[in-house]
């Protein structure tokens, strides 16, 4: 059963080269369940734990509810802006999500926040956060090392390459492993971890968010903006892993050193802790998503933004375009 461990969330995670493309959509809607339609109702999501007697909270938010004027404003702003940045572009599908949440208040809006995309190296977060958990009753699982195999070089694939990637045949610890998956995104680091983990802890960290883990590296993708946005407020809050190892959690994606995408839109002295994710679909059919959580002062907000389009440059700077536009509405609208 070991050597079954890559057979799906380690090819899911690291091959980037071609899959199906995505049907057609026709028209790129302006999607914000903020209708008015129905009161505010508090829904929370739980565990689905083994215990007989508990089932743990998760977090709980207000999803429903009228949008103000203000919001609406900017949700209209962000749509606008990635019909203009896309319209050029002959990729299929709808060109960009968005998801923000204000983790202090809990408002929030989206932009086709429930669009499916492929996550790429997004899924390296939920495999860190597999091992923070083992190691939370066992610290030893931080200090095993693996070193991996030339031969098996997963690098070559990313567009977005490490700038300190791991050495063939050397020793790393998990805890280094860890670090270079997440903050420098680095699939040979991936490749390790993914082959010596849990593949039941992995599926009951997807299976607490509702969807299914992934299958295969073919067809459409399946995560949204919303849905990754769970994995933020769930270490944000502390509610999954301890307090420990939330924070740590957060503390290696914020030593990101992907400078483009969200933090390109920000203040160099606003924090943020993100992960980045690519993925390259075919010919002219790429996907780029950043996700993370913005430190502003006082009102840190989540914030969830995944694209796709012909080239990752055109990419690159609406991620960065769509984070400068949120964090300016944030900044002119902050209590």
């Given at each position: 059963m070991k050597d079954m461990k890559r057979t799906t969330f380690l090819s899911f995670l690291l091959v980037a080269s071609f899959g199906l493309g995505y049907l057609a959509s026709g028209v790129f809607p302006l999607m914000n369940p903020h209708d008015g339609s129905s009161a505010n109702t508090a829904i929370p999501l739980r565990a689905n734990s083994q215990f007989v007697y508990i089932n743990p909270l998760l977090m709980c938010g207000w999803e429903d509810g009228p949008i103000s004027p203000q919001m609406d404003s900017i949700v209209r702003k962000l749509s606008d802006r990635i019909g203009t940045a896309t319209s050029g572009q002959s990729n299929t599908g709808?060109?960009?999500?968005l998801?923000?949440?204000?983790?202090?208040?809990?408002?929030?809006?989206?932009?086709?926040?429930d669009e499916t995309f492929t996550p790429g190296s997004l899924l390296k977060v939920p495999l860190m956060v597999s091992y923070l958990k083992l190691a939370e009753t066992d610290p030893s699982v931080l200090k095993k090392t693996y070193s991996f195999d030339a031969a098996s070089d997963e690098v070559h694939l990313q567009n977005f390459k490490p700038q300190h990637p791991i050495l063939a045949g050397v020793p790393y610890t998990v805890a280094e492993l860890l670090k270079s998956m997440v903050a420098d995104s680095d699939n040979n680091a991936a490749q390790l971890l993914s082959s010596h983990a849990d593949d039941d802890l992995i599926n009951e960290i997807f299976s607490m968010f509702k969807y299914s883990p992934p299958k295969n590296v073919l067809g459409q993708g399946y995560l949204t903006p919303r849905n990754f946005t769970y994995f933020l407020r769930v270490l944000y809050n502390a509610t999954y892993l301890d307090q420990s190892s939330s924070e740590q959690a957060l503390a290696i994606m914020a030593s990101s050193t992907f400078a483009d995408g969200l933090r390109a839109g920000l203040p160099q002295d606003i924090k943020v802790a993100d992960k980045f994710g690519e993925r390259e679909l075919g010919s002219n059919n790429v996907e780029l998503h950043d996700c993370g959580i913005v430190y502003y002062p006082d009102h840190p907000y989540a914030l969830c933004i995944m694209t796709r389009g012909t080239d990752f440059d055109t990419l690159e700077k609406l991620i960065a375009d769509l984070s400068r536009d949120v964090f300016d509405f944030v900044n002119n609208t902050r209590p």
């Open positions: 709808v060109p960009a999500g998801y923000y949440r204000d983790l202090t208040t809990g408002k929030w809006f989206g932009v086709n926040e």
